[in-house]
């Protein structure tokens, strides 16, 4: 059975906005208690030289648990067991070797741009969410209305309340029935996506990537963001003035808004595909290493690769399509659609570059010189991964 998330804007009224920042404010302090914990128990382990002393989410919880101090009654008991089971996927995704981007758990800070905890003792009703209130709390506990009703139906599994500038979001997962098995007239019937900066090329055309009104608000982020680095550079010691926090948060805004235009676009589209296709093709690009270029790294942070490529793998496993991932050394700008030759270092006008061969300097145009095909590049890779997807 499958896990969606739903995520809700929250409208908390004064006496919940309370309860909400306690609780963010204690979860952080079981998550950097833990992780004190967790490093001195590991630390012992190697000085005593027993692997039996090593830290698990069992001991540091019971620990925890152990030395509960009096006003930690007050709060959910749900937020510790939460905080130490979320520190214990952090450590395993540390030492996960297929996940090499997975960071070393370090301690939060009040200062932190995002704030959240989670709870699993959460309910739902309509348009209002509920916590679980502990008997000796000192607040008063209400209904929390919610911008929406929640997607999904069945089991809610956990809610994660997350505070962004001055607004409050709560991230639903729910378990869910598993969807049943679509009939395709034509099980082959594939979709391969291109990736490229600025722009999917697929079988039904292009997607822009960056649109004008994206590239509106980068013009704001980077007025914004020369106007606070003058307000350092004049005051370096006390900038945080109420004008340097005002223009922070419009700064805030302005990424919120960015965030939310790239979310969209990447749904609706891998919603598309992953609806009217049986088999989507992508392409596994090794974006750390074309990143590397000092002159290419905005442009490449802005294309979207891996979101979209996120998106479309669980979008797969929920409705039970056929991804299809290409090798990242598969030629498919190299290579011809029509009589499959492939364009090398030695061959005649070379391979394909940015800057096109090196007869024809055309960006966007494939040159067979075997067969005398001309086509759009960005078609040629496209058939190309149809080709591959279909093999």
Not at 27 to 37: D, E, H, S, V
Not at 163 to 181: C, H, M, Q, W
Not at 278 to 290: Q, T
Request: hydrophobic share 35%; charged share 25%.
């Amino acid at each position: 059975m499958p896990i969606k998330t739903h995520k809700i804007r929250l409208y908390p009224n004064v006496d919940m906005v309370a309860v909400i920042t306690e609780l963010m404010d204690y979860n952080r302090f079981c998550w950097n208690k833990g992780l004190a914990g967790w490093n001195a128990m590991y630390e012992e382990s190697l000085l005593m030289k027993n692997k039996k002393l090593r830290p698990s989410e069992h001991k540091v919880r019971n620990e925890l648990v152990k030395n509960k101090a009096d006003w930690q009654h007050q709060l959910s008991s749900r937020v510790l067991q939460t905080a130490v089971h979320r520190l214990h996927q952090a450590w395993q995704n540390f030492f996960n070797p297929n996940m090499p981007d997975a960071h070393k758990p370090k301690f939060h800070s009040k200062r932190d741009l995002k704030q959240s905890f989670t709870t699993d003792r959460a309910s739902v009703d309509g348009k209002f969410l509920t916590l679980d209130q502990p008997h000796e709390t000192t607040h008063r506990f209400t209904k929390i209305k919610m911008a929406e009703t929640l997607r999904f139906t069945g089991e809610i599994k956990t809610v994660t309340i997350t505070k962004r500038g001055n607004k409050f979001y709560a991230s639903i997962t729910v378990l869910v029935e598993d969807l049943p098995r679509p009939v395709f007239t034509n099980s082959w019937d594939i979709v391969a996506v291109d990736v490229n900066v600025g722009h999917f090329s697929w079988n039904g055309g292009e997607v822009n990537t960056f649109t004008s009104r994206m590239a509106a608000l980068h013009q704001r982020i980077k007025a914004y963001q020369k106007r606070l680095n003058r307000k350092r550079r004049d005051n370096p010691h006390h900038f945080r003035s109420k004008n340097y926090q005002r223009l922070k948060a419009k700064l805030n805004r302005t990424y919120e808004q960015v965030n939310a235009l790239q979310d969209d676009l990447i749904h609706q589209f891998s919603h598309q595909i992953i609806r009217d296709y049986a088999a989507p093709c992508l392409e596994d690009l090794n974006v750390r290493s074309m990143m590397m270029d000092k002159k290419k790294v905005k442009s490449l942070q802005r294309s979207l690769f891996r979101r979209f490529r996120t998106a479309v793998e669980y979008k797969s496993l929920w409705h039970h399509r056929r991804l299809v991932i290409a090798d990242r050394f598969y030629p498919s700008t190299q290579r011809c659609s029509n009589c499959g030759y492939i364009k090398t270092e030695n061959s005649y006008g070379g391979k394909m570059t940015l800057q096109g061969d090196s007869i024809y300097h055309q960006h966007d145009v494939y040159r067979c010189y075997e067969c005398g095909l001309v086509i759009n590049r960005d078609e040629n890779a496209v058939q190309n991964l149809i080709a591959f997807a279909a093999g």
